[in-house]
């Protein structure tokens, strides 16, 4: 087979680059150029993160509801269409990932977060069990009618059209939003932009509706009028709302907290759970409820926590939540629901900020404050529509004013016609001889001969009557702001019919005046065990007393001293550098005698490494802010002082206390610590005495504790032997400790 030879000779490679373009280079203040672009990005970041204070959207979710509408065709009643496909259309306008916008329509789908969902979706959107939803290309989705009362007027340019991202398009600037739409379904699922975030939380569209209508028609409204309407949120999960006072700092100042509180009841000696609070999932609120009874020792009154809920899992069935926690025997249910509010997310905070874009920019508002911009911007689309509308009908009326003329004459105007040669010449010739407009011409020569009949020509008559009548009544409302106000309350009003039924009604959010106070104390559900706490230098543990005394002596390390108590009582640890770590003996871990105690330098954060356990003494927790034990401490430097146990302690209702240490010295001298350490019966503080003497030599001083008065957990103590030369400290000679005191613990 014959092949081809291959040339030796190389073909150089050419430069394909035809065309070369200069670099500029300028010089300027890097900070001025840090600014100016942050600026930029930050102007872009809120509105895809802030809503908009006129239609209460971020621009994706508006994006999303626009091109469902225009370029999907769907409408409330329309046939459902894949959300992946109503994705692809949105990127037209949102070229920021399908993912994303996926999401976003799924999200604004589900009423457990909304009041009004703008999308209604077929299949899994997720329920209140997690946040779980299916992809796009598995479930379907379409407007619903409240999306369709945000978009009405859209075509008679209520609003704004700007380009979009490519100039290939336009897409409005807002939606025209019929009901104020951003308290109604508040901000679920807020996004961060450059330091700012907006949390609202929803709120009943009749009772805010009505409360725009009332600004609007009463400018001058007060706040108390306008709470008389919004007495307060309105959450699609019911719930208890707790705090009329941070309500009213929210709807003053636009920012402020209240409490969330799902409704539950005592069933057969086991609690039932039949809400979730707003914006928690109902795996959240079962992992939270584990938690609360873990971390708080009450095991041995919880036998069981289950999730009966049902429904939820399509449109056609509604969710039926339903979490028991099923109680032991003579468990006090009560009791266990105080701890649930107070601990787990059977009851939450709402910290709400209502920030939303005005002029383009991040604004806290308060709620007469957002009512009357929406009122402001409600009236300028219907401003908008009323002029559009007007344009329209004189557009018809000059037609038709053309054509009642031309039937008059519609013999001579035949005869015209029938003598020009095409369309745009009978027109012409027409226009010419009878003096129509070119518009009349236009319209007469595509008339069809029929509609000039004696019947058509008193239709004619009536539409001309009508329309002049709906110009003189748009005129008189363009005409005066007066009328505009009445139209705008007209159109509120119409929305607040069209929606009446959807006022609250019982089993919906129940506004109540004040906080409850919860006080629980975890110690009083403990059952009483006997117990054997052993207190080694940097650490506590606890075990039976039989497993102690049968294993004592081979137990490793150093101990500090073992004591038996219950799981009722609670034990002070003190440390040479003058500080108590408390702990309730019910919440130090029973482990083996064969593992070392769980250091505490790791857990307490102002334990220092270089300190140490010297010492411990329990007492009963009924009793905790008054022990009725006292603490003498005598430090390094001659330090003396003494202070009632109780007041070194942090309050045992903290969950801080495990973690953190508190004085019980107070040594304000560098380098000191506690060279002797005296717990006694506060009434016995008067009869200890002691010697102190200096290392270096010289006489020794007697301290009678009658003469020192009692301080704080923060008192310095008083100084009773000064050192005179460097490197002395002071050593204590003689005492009566054993005689009086329940530890002691001398260096």
Not at 62 to 86: F, G, N, Q
Request: hydrophobic residues 35%.
């Amino acid at each position: 087979m014959a092949t081809r030879k291959k040339s030796s000779k190389k073909t150089p490679l050419k430069d394909s680059i035809t065309e070369y373009h200069s670099e500029e280079f300028s010089h300027e203040d890097i900070a001025e150029n840090m600014t100016r672009n942050m600026i930029q990005y930050a102007r872009q970041s809120f509105t895809r993160a802030i809503p908009d204070v006129r239609d209460g959207l971020i621009e994706v979710r508006r994006r999303i509801i626009y091109s469902m509408y225009h370029d999907a065709h769907l409408s409330s009643t329309s046939k459902h269409m894949k959300v992946a496909k109503t994705a692809g259309l949105a990127l037209g306008y949102h070229p920021h990932g399908d993912s994303s916008i996926s999401e976003a329509t799924t999200t604004m789908s589900q009423p457990w977060n909304l009041n009004a969902p703008l999308v209604d979706i077929e299949g899994n959107k997720g329920s209140t069990l997690d946040r779980e939803f299916a992809d796009g290309r598995y479930i379907e989705g379409r407007l619903t009618v409240y999306s369709e009362s945000m978009l009405g007027g859209i075509k008679d340019d209520a609003v704004r059209m700007i380009p979009n991202f490519d100039n290939t398009a336009v897409e409005p600037e807002v939606l025209p939003a019929s009901f104020p739409q951003l308290l109604v379904n508040g901000n679920p699922r807020p996004k961060m932009a450059v330091g700012y975030s907006s949390m609202i939380a929803p709120h009943n569209i009749v009772e805010i509706t009505k409360a725009a209508e009332l600004v609007n028609r009463k400018p001058e409204a007060t706040l108390s009028e306008i709470m008389r309407m919004v007495p307060g949120p309105f959450l699609p999960t019911g719930n208890i709302v707790m705090g009329r006072d941070g309500i009213k700092d929210i709807y003053s100042t636009g920012v402020g907290s209240f409490v969330i509180r799902a409704r539950s009841h005592q069933e057969d000696g086991s609690i039932v759970i039949t809400e979730v609070p707003f914006g928690v999932t109902r795996n959240e609120l079962i992992d939270s409820i584990v938690k609360c009874v873990t971390d708080n020792n009450i095991e041995h009154l919880v036998k069981d926590i289950y999730d009966e809920s049902s429904g939820g899992e399509d449109d056609s069935s509604d969710e039926d939540v339903r979490i028991v926690v099923e109680l032991e025997k003579n468990a006090p249910a009560d009791m266990v629901l105080k701890f649930l509010h107070k601990k787990s997310n059977l009851q939450i905070n709402f910290s709400a900020r209502h920030i939303a874009l005005v002029n383009g920019m991040p604004t806290t508002v308060n709620l007469k404050e957002y009512l009357q911009h929406f009122v402001d911007f409600r009236t300028e689309t219907i401003r908008r529509m009323l002029e559009e509308e007007q344009r329209i009908k004189k557009e018809r009326q000059h037609i038709v004013e053309g054509f009642i003329r031309m039937i008059d004459i519609a013999d001579d105007v035949i005869a015209e016609i029938r003598r020009s040669q095409g369309r745009a010449d009978a027109a012409a010739a027409i226009e010419k001889k009878f003096g129509f407009t070119d518009r009349q011409s236009l319209a007469i020569v595509s008339l069809q001969l029929y509609r000039i009949s004696a019947q058509d020509l008193r239709q004619l008559k009536e539409e001309l009557s009508q329309l002049n009548d709906r110009l003189d009544v748009i005129g008189t409302i363009l005409g005066s702001d007066e009328e505009l106000r009445k139209e705008v309350s007209k159109d509120l009003k119409a929305t607040i019919k069209k929606f009446s039924k959807e006022k609250r009604a019982d089993g919906d959010t129940e506004i109540v005046d004040k906080v409850e106070t919860i006080n629980v104390d975890a110690g009083s559900m403990v059952p009483t065990q006997e117990t054997m706490v052993v207190v080694k230098p940097y650490g506590v543990q606890r075990m039976s007393q039989t497993v102690w005394d049968n294993n004592h002596e081979s137990y490793p390390g150093i101990v500090i001293g073992d004591y038996s108590t219950d799981t009722k009582h609670g034990i002070a640890l003190f440390t040479r550098g003058g500080k108590v770590i408390q702990r309730r003996v019910s919440d130090i871990d029973n482990s083996s005698i064969k593992n070392e105690p769980e250091d505490i330098r790791r857990t307490t954060s102002t334990f220092e490494s270089g300190d140490e356990i010297i010492g411990a003494v329990t007492f009963p927790m009924d009793n905790a802010e008054d022990t009725g034990l006292s603490v003498i401490t005598v430090t390094h430097q001659g330090q003396v002082k003494v202070s009632q146990l109780s007041k070194s302690f942090l309050a045992f209702t903290q969950k801080g206390y495990m973690t953190r240490t508190k004085p019980y010295c107070g040594m304000k001298i560098k380098d000191d610590y506690a060279i002797a350490c005296v717990v006694v019966p506060t009434e016995k503080v008067k009869d200890v005495n002691f010697s102190l003497k200096r290392r270096s030599g010289g006489r020794v001083t007697k301290v009678d504790m009658s003469t020192i008065n009692e301080q704080g957990a923060t008192g310095g103590g008083v100084s009773k032997l000064k050192m005179t030369k460097e490197g002395d400290y002071a050593t204590i000679t003689r005492h009566n400790f054993d005689s009086v005191a329940t530890m002691v613990y001398i260096a």
